[in-house]
């Protein structure tokens, strides 16, 4: 029997993703319920070889040929196929996978998506345009899973909050424990609202914020990451910058996801040495610089040029999100990410944004 791994859980389930997965022999191991309403098929009959049976004839060679070579390089996988729908009609596919790896960097197959080729798109716009829907889908299907659990959490923990009130006996800590569950339930309830939002393209609201004052709220929320890794956060803010423009929950959580991924880093560096140093400063051209810089493992020349594409990670169970959200998030508002690989150990991620008022490129 299959087991839920990171791409087989209910938020695919309930996004109508087609998501796929092969070994390392590029043998089919699992298809999401949307790929297999979209055959019609039970997924006994696609695994293995199976799927290839609905490849057009006049398409199978190439796929296998294109198959064979990115197990050969463990390169990404793309391909186009006319692949047999559920109503006996052959559609224009686009395949896409990336290789996926264990803990140790070892190859073990493909995860991909699928999506119809929308007609006047191809090539790399066509790509774009698929990833970042399946991307919305996911974020979507996470919502609806996520939100009204988030929301429980909040009501009891204000419930348990209110019960308390006026006894003598209860700690002070526990009271204000509980007030502060609430308040993370409803920021963590806010956070996904907003990837929401951003990625089925619906308005934000975009305000001057003192992006250093921004990144000291964040780090006050991440103290508790930090003591977990046995780590912990360096500020280095510079208070005289001017405001940007920016939707605030976006930009706090692509500071979030950098310094927990530099946190994660550091799992082999000596404790006394676990510290993530965050910095605001003034760009040469005047724009807002925000950097993150850890003392972990570094950005290896082969992760390099992968490092922001999506669903691609080398942490178990990781989905590979996190940096290509991120990513997104600060080129939405005009903004560059950049990651820099630090000469004797660690990395640097900073990203810059334009001050109010600022229209030209970075």
């Known amino acids: 029997m299959l087991k839920r791994g990171p791409v087989r859980g209910l938020a695919v389930d309930q996004a109508g993703v087609m998501l796929w997965m092969w070994d390392a022999l590029g043998q089919a191991t699992f298809f999401s319920p949307a790929w297999l309403e979209y055959r019609g098929r039970p997924l006994e009959d696609e695994l293995g070889d199976g799927w290839i049976e609905g490849v057009h004839p006049q398409d199978r060679d190439a796929l296998t040929d294109a198959r064979a070579a990115a197990i050969r390089s463990q390169g990404d ?46 090539g790399p716009d066509l790509v774009r345009l698929a990833r970042l829907s399946t ?19 909040s009501n ?80 280095d803010l510079d208070e005289s910058l001017p405001m940007a423009a920016v939707e605030r929950v976006e930009i706090e959580q692509v500071i979030t996801n950098l310094v927990r ?36 493992c570094g950005i290896s020349p082969e992760l390099a040029p992968r490092l922001f594409e999506p669903f691609y990670t080398t942490k178990p169970g ?31 991620f900073r990203f810059c944004l334009p001050p109010s008022g600022h229209g030209g490129p970075p």
């Not at 109503?87 to 991909?112: C, I, T, W």
């Not at 991307?135 to 959490?153: C, D, K, R, S």
């Not at 992006?211 to 912990?232: K, M």
């Open 261 to 296: 991924n530099a946190l994660e880093a550091m799992g082999q560096t000596p404790p006394d040495r676990r510290v993530v140093r965050l910095r605001t400063a003034r760009a040469p051209n005047g724009w807002i610089e925000v950097s993150v810089e850890d003392a972990g």
């Open 135 to 153: 991307m919305g889908e996911i974020v979507a299907g996470l919502a609806h899973e996520l939100n009204q659990p988030l929301a429980a959490i």
């Open 156 to 235: 009891f923990a204000r419930a348990a909050r209110h019960s308390i009130r006026g006894h003598e006996t209860v700690d002070a800590s526990a009271a204000e424990a509980l007030d502060q569950i609430a308040e993370q339930a409803d920021r963590a309830a806010e956070i996904i609202r907003h990837l929401r939002r951003f990625f089925r393209r619906a308005e934000t609201q975009r305000l001057p914020v003192d992006v250093s004052r921004l990144v000291r709220e964040a780090a006050v929320l991440l103290e508790v990451d930090a003591r977990i890794h046995g780590a912990w956060l360096e500020l």
């Open 77 to 122: 996988f793309r391909a186009e196929v006319r692949l047999l729908r559920f109503d006996g009609q052959h559609r224009l596919m686009l395949l896409q996978g990336s290789p996926r790896r264990n803990a140790r960097a070892k190859f073990e197959g493909y995860v991909g998506w699928a999506a119809e080729a929308p007609r006047g798109r191809d």
């Open 318 to 348: 990781g989905m590979g999100l996190g940096l290509a959200i991120s990513r997104s998030i600060v080129h939405a508002h005009g903004g560059r990410l950049e990651a820099v690989p630090l000469a004797k150990q660690g990395a640097v």
